[in-house]
C-alpha cells in the first residue's frame, strides 16, 4: 500500500523559508514522479514543483521558480520542498503526490496523480 506523509509545514514571516518533506513507502521510488501541489481557501489545486528519476528532471511553477527547489533521495524514499522568500500568496495546503510510470500528461495535472499525502498547512505573514 502507497502511503505519502508530508511534513515540514508551519507560520512564518514574509521572506522566510520553509522545508517540506514528503516520506513515501510501498513503491520503489525510481518510477514514480512525485510533485508538490498547493491549494488555498476557494482556489483550485496547482502544481508547485515536481521532479522524476532525479531532481535533474525537475519542473516548477512560474510563480515559484528561483524561491523553491524540490529535490529527491531516493534511497531514503523522500521529496522536500524547500521554499524561500516566502510571500503571503505561497500561504496553502501543500499536498505531495506521486504517479507510477507511465506518467499521463503535464506533471501540474493533479488528474494524473493516484497517490496523495493528507497535506501540511504552510502559512505566510506580511
Known amino acids: 500500500q502507497v502511503q505519502l506523509v508530508e511534513s515540514g509545514g508551519g507560520s512564518v514571516q514574509a521572506g522566510g523559508s520553509l522545508r517540506l518533506s514528503c516520506a513515501a513507502s510501498?513503491?520503489?521510488?525510481?518510477?514514480?514522479?512525485v510533485a508538490w501541489f498547493r491549494q488555498a481557501p476557494g482556489k483550485a489545486r496547482e502544481g508547485v514543483a515536481a521532479a522524476y528519476t532525479s531532481a535533474r528532471s525537475a519542473f516548477y511553477a512560474d510563480s515559484v521558480k528561483g524561491r523553491f527547489t524540490i529535490s529527491r533521495d531516493n534511497a531514503k524514499n523522500t521529496t522536500d520542498l524547500q521554499m524561500s522568500s516566502l510571500t503571503p500568496e505561497d500561504t496553502a495546503m501543500y499536498y505531495c503526490?506521486?504517479?507510477?510510470?507511465?506518467?499521463?500528461?503535464?506533471?501540474?495535472?493533479?488528474?494524473?496523480?493516484?497517490?496523495w499525502g493528507q497535506g501540511t498547512q504552510v502559512t505566510v505573514s506580511s
Open positions: 503526490a506521486a504517479e507510477p510510470y507511465p506518467y499521463s500528461g503535464s506533471w501540474s495535472n493533479p488528474g494524473g496523480y493516484i497517490h
Open positions: 510501498g513503491y520503489t521510488s525510481t518510477s514514480y514522479r
